[in-house]
């Protein structure tokens, strides 16, 4: 019976010990990566359905239980308008903001007689994660002219706002691969339309 010599035993051992150097540095390559792709897929598809309800919301933005026009507030970074989320009696006060690398949903429940709302009553939910929008807007707001006219409702000029498009930039690992991905959509104000 033969056996192994010594020097047949090195070379295993040897040829063992890179195979097995060369496993852990492609794992560890490997899976900061997977990492990284895993959330950046996920924080696209959560932005999406988000942009979906978001679109769905909008759509049906109208007046106020106190009668106050439907866009309260429309800026770059943050959308104030009512709507009547729930389907139930009462028309809510929605607010999305983008803070920090955060997209933000404040719904605030219509209170009291006479009807008011108390925006301390907020109740906020982070809807989307990793926005890289920088400077770039996630809201642009448009006339009743668009898509023939794409030039922007100047500020502060609610009643003019009857198309709303929004945009987010998703990137869940800004130094590594998978790249940023722009999420966008827009959607027509149905109880705004001047061109019926």
């Avoid at 308008?81 to 729930?86: Q, V």
Wanted: aromatic letters at 8%; zero cysteines; a negative charge.
């Amino acid at each position: 019976m033969k056996g192994f010599t010594l020097v047949e035993i090195i070379v295993a051992i040897g040829i063992s010990s890179v195979i097995l150097v060369a496993l852990a540095l492609l794992m560890g390559t490997a899976i900061p990566l997977y990492r990284s792709t895993f959330l950046q897929a996920s924080a696209i598809e959560t932005a999406r359905l988000q942009l979906q309800r978001l679109s769905h919301t909008i759509r049906s933005a109208k007046p106020a239980d106190t009668g106050a026009f439907p866009i309260v507030e429309a800026t770059d970074f943050r959308l104030v308008f009512y709507a009547d989320i729930d389907d139930d009696v009462s028309v809510e006060r929605v607010r999305y903001e983008k803070i920090g690398t955060d997209l933000v949903r404040g719904v605030t429940q219509p209170t009291g007689v006479p009807i008011t709302y108390n925006v301390g009553q907020e109740a906020v939910t982070t809807v989307a994660r990793f926005i890289q929008n920088g400077a770039n807007p996630v809201f642009t707001y448009y006339g009743s002219s668009y898509p023939g006219d794409t030039t922007p409702v100047p500020s502060g000029s609610l009643a003019a706002i009857t198309y709303i498009s929004f945009s987010l930039l998703i990137d869940a690992d800004t130094v590594n691969d998978p790249p940023a991905i722009t999420v966008q959509s827009q959607v027509q104000l149905r109880n705004l339309k001047m061109n019926l």
